[in-house]
Nanobody, 124 residues
Framework: QVQLVESGGGLVQSGGSLTISCAASGRTRGDYAFGWFRQAPGKEREFVSAISWNAGRLVYADSVKGRFTISRDSAQNTVYLQMNSLKPEDTAVYYC?????????????????WGQGTQVTVSS
């Protein structure tokens, strides 16, 4: 079992920045990828970004490309999502997920474990 705990969410003004993080604990041995997904009220969950087991592959949704940066600290079993130039449409609950295939997929069905989410609210 792997436990994922997100942190760092909050309220930020449009154009501002925020960095959220996700710490993994439990069965953390192995080459696993991390993904970030988000879900806004009344909308389906959508892919945001993913990072492969060795950080050699980074994937971004078109909506966040150039504004968000994913990174990982494997020694700390932590993944980060730095979000710049935030827009009101970025408002959502952001979820971290772990995929033991290690690739870094944009499909939520490929992920084995999920965190509880952290709320990010961007005011206009």
């Amino acid at each position: 079992q792997v436990q994922l705990v997100e942190s760092g969410g909050g309220l930020v003004q449009s154009g501002g920045s925020l960095t959220i993080s996700c710490a993994a604990s439990g069965r953390t041995r192995g080459d696993y990828a991390f993904g970030w997904f988000r879900q806004a009220p009344g909308k389906e969950r959508e892919f945001v970004s993913a990072i492969s087991w060795n950080a050699g592959r980074l994937v971004y949704a078109d909506s966040v490309k150039g504004r968000f940066t994913i990174s990982r600290d494997s020694a700390q079993n932590t993944v980060y999502l730095q979000m710049n130039s935030l827009k009101p449409e970025d408002t959502a609950v952001y979820y971290c997920a772990a995929d033991f295939r290690g690739v870094g997929s944009n499909d939520g069905r490929d992920y084995d474990y999920w965190g509880q989410g952290t709320q990010v609210t961007v005011s206009s």
